[in-house]
């Protein structure tokens, strides 16, 4: 099997989607699509990763990688969108993605909406925890999609489209290092929410293992429903 990972920035990397990819023997293929263009296809699971920039942007290759997310969503592909990657599924999806009351940073709490509880990845965990943020823009519901979570500042924070496409605000892959990267490249960031790098990566340390047990479930959920 083979996955597909979309990145933007070199810094935000698929992290314990890839760990729990390797431990399944499924490769993957890594596309930084600014630089390097979009893949022939979307492989057995497609992977959109975050990064800085807006869907609402109007770069060529934004346009280009909706219309390439929204083939494979279409086409049933498995598919898990984080933060910007769950923005671009939205859009694709023909959802709104606009700026949020603010900033999302660091640790946060989500709860599970009722169909979350219910579902079969998100469903074997809390329905109340802490994730990892770091985006400024929302959106709303796609249609015939499942609401999945929400947190205070953002009313949603996870959906479903079909049985096995995953768009998450939040990050459960994130590592140590993608955090210490975030936290140097989006400096700006940090200052405009007033925390600080340390604060943002101790805050959340204590949860990450949760995160990286959800990640592996979800990549497990995906890949055998793609066998």
């Known amino acids: 099997m083979r996955a597909v990972c979309l990145k933007h920035v070199p810094f935000e990397g698929p992290g314990a989607f890839a760990t729990a990819l390797t431990a399944r023997d499924v490769s993957l293929d890594q596309y930084l699509v600014p630089q390097d263009g979009l893949p022939k296809d979307a492989g057995d699971l497609l992977i959109v990763m975050g990064g800085p920039m807006s869907v609402n942007d109007p770069d060529p290759w934004i346009a280009e990688e909706t219309a390439f997310i929204r083939s494979a969503l279409l086409a049933g592909t498995p598919v898990i969108g984080v933060c910007l990657g769950s923005q671009f599924m939205a859009k694709a999806l023909g959802a709104t993605v606009q700026p949020g009351a603010g900033l999302e940073i660091g640790k946060t709490r989500i709860r599970l909406t009722e169909e979350g509880k219910q579902d079969p990845v998100l469903g074997m965990f809390p329905e109340s925890l802490s994730v ?69 990566l101790m805050g959340f340390l204590p949860h990450m293992w949760l995160s990286h047990q959800i990640a592996d479930r979800l990549i497990d959920h995906l890949i055998n429903s793609a066998r």
């Open 132 to 200: 990892f943020e770091w985006h400024g823009e929302i959106f709303d519901l796609p249609p015939d999609c499942v609401a999945l979570a929400g947190s205070e500042m953002a009313p949603l924070q996870a959906f479903r489209y079909g049985p096995h496409a995953y768009g998450l605000l939040f990050h459960l892959e994130i590592e140590t290092g993608g955090i210490d990267a975030l936290c140097q490249h989006c400096a700006p960031d940090l200052a405009r929410a007033q925390l600080t790098a340390t604060k943002t």
